[in-house]
């Protein structure tokens, strides 16, 4: 079963808003990231947050990461055209290199 | 970070065939990964390609299904085989440039994927 849930499944905001989005795990965790995906491609990694850390920033983007409440959550402020994409999060385990992915938000950003 | 190349992009098969996806690193890596992404759903692993020994399958994925080869450290081969309609999916390899315990382990560099469609 999958590790993470995103919420919202799907997000559409105007340009220059801030969008949110959430995700939520199962396990203790030794790192969580979020990726973006673009129409179907690649995956591009965006921020990694490491279980010890609270809120990470790079950029537009902000991770905050609740180790108590298994949660996780992305902001990206001033939301840009560009950014309409699909976000992912993934869990890694203490140990094992392999990722688990959440179920994803596809955000569109209207210009 | 690292550049992946897959091949082909995309293509259209027919059920009961096979298909051998190619990934290639510019550099050598020691971990590299398959996975599935079925249409509108998020990533599924399939399986970790090991250099110089079988590949390591998750649940629900198995060898005659999908063979992988792991010649050397920046080339590796999936064949989804016997296709079905079913396995229309995008599949992607990733590599992971981090040693355990590093700054970047765990973090997780994708080729462009494969979108195969099986009539």
């Known amino acids: 079963s999958q590790q993470g849930e995103e919420d919202p499944q799907a997000l559409s905001i105007q340009e220059g808003e801030n969008a949110t989005m959430n995700c939520s795990y199962k396990?203790?965790?030794?790192?969580l990231q979020w990726y973006r995906q673009n129409s179907g491609r690649g995956l591009v990694h965006l921020i990694l947050i490491r279980s010890n850390e609270r809120e990470k920033h790079s950029g537009r983007l902000r991770v905050t990461l609740d180790t108590s409440k298994k949660s996780s959550s992305l902001l990206i402020t001033a939301s840009r055209a560009a950014d309409t994409a699909s976000y992912f999060c993934a869990t890694a385990i203490f140990g094992n290199e392999k990722l688990t992915f959440g179920t994803g938000t596809r955000l569109t950003i209207i210009p | 970070s690292a550049v992946i190349s897959q091949k082909p992009s995309r293509d259209i098969c027919q059920r009961g065939t096979s298909l051998t996806i190619q990934c290639q690193v510019d550099?050598?890596?020691?971990?590299m990964f398959w996975y599935r992404q079925q249409p509108g759903q998020s990533l599924t692993l399939i399986a970790t390609a090991n250099q110089g020994s079988e590949a390591t399958y998750e649940s629900g994925f198995v060898i005659d299904k999908f063979p992988i080869s792991r010649p050397n450290l920046t080339f590796s081969t999936l064949t989804v085989s016997n296709m079905s309609p079913e396995d229309s999916s995008i599949y992607l390899c990733s590599v992971d440039l981090g040693l355990a315990g590093g700054p970047e382990y765990n973090e997780q560099f994708f080729g462009p994927g494969t979108r195969l469609t099986v009539l």
């Open positions: 550099s050598q890596v020691t971990m």
């Open positions: 396990t203790s965790i030794n790192n």
